[in-house]
């Protein structure tokens, strides 16, 4: 991208999106940073100088809408990138429909949402749309219904996008990260009743470092599906 491009970014606060942040502020692009409040937003906008936030609640997708429509949304999008999610792990015979709803929310239809919002600009610039998956996106496990079906959907959502925005010149990737080391995969282990130890597993600047790949990948040629496993023992 020869201009400063301007990436929309979700789940900025921690784990693979600080990654990615923190990798694209470094040089010099511009930063729209998503936060579900205004304190929050305050924070991310200290950590990261320059860049723009914009605040609305993604389990709360029915009122984004209007939370957009009383703040400025960015005139260029060249990349909206989707990486907040949440998880809560449970069997089938105990989740609730709460339960079910949150992570559907956060994980499915708030990013269905935000890519409407910026489809118009995304457009206008061939830009690109990043959805952070997860390993849970493709197969489903014993005490992880929900949170996979969101990812089910997820996959779902980017592949049709994908086939809808080709002619458009918007590309349209899904990352696929097995267990990653940061905040949710301790909650993961917590719910799981087993020790942590962030060494095991993937680095989120490992993570960042693939989806920056396929941000910065020649306009001839587009990732569709990228899957990223732990490594062997460091």
Excluded at 6 to 20: F, K, M, Q, W
Excluded at 102 to 114: D, M, S
């Amino acid at each position: 991208m020869a201009h400063m491009a301007t990436h929309v970014i979700t789940g900025a606060g921690s784990g693979i999106g600080a990654a990615v942040a923190r990798r694209l502020h470094a040089r010099g692009d511009e930063l729209v940073l998503h936060a579900r409040d205004a304190g929050r937003a305050k924070e991310l906008a200290a950590e990261f100088p320059g860049a723009r936030t914009l605040v609305g609640d993604l389990a709360d997708p029915d009122r984004l809408s209007w939370a957009f429509s009383h703040q400025s949304l960015p005139e260029t999008v060249d990349s909206l990138l989707h990486i907040a999610g949440v998880v809560d792990l449970g069997p089938v015979g105990e989740l609730t429909p709460k339960t079910w709803r949150h992570q559907l929310n956060v994980n499915l239809v708030a990013p269905a949402e935000l890519t409407r919002h910026f489809l118009p600009q995304l457009r206008t610039s061939r830009g690109h749309v990043v959805f952070v998956n997860s390993g849970a996106g493709l197969s489903a496990h014993a005490d992880w219904s929900a949170y996979a079906a969101s990812k089910h959907g997820l996959k779902a959502l980017a592949d049709s996008l994908r086939h809808e925005e080709h002619g458009n010149g918007v590309r349209v990737t899904s990352v696929y990260p097995g267990r990653t080391a940061g905040p949710m995969q301790a909650k993961v282990h917590r719910q799981e009743g087993k020790d942590y130890d962030p060494g095991r597993w993937i680095d989120p600047e490992s993570v960042a470092t693939t989806i920056v790949m396929a941000l910065d990948l020649p306009r001839d040629a587009e990732i569709n599906d990228l899957t990223v496993r732990p490594g062997g023992t460091p």
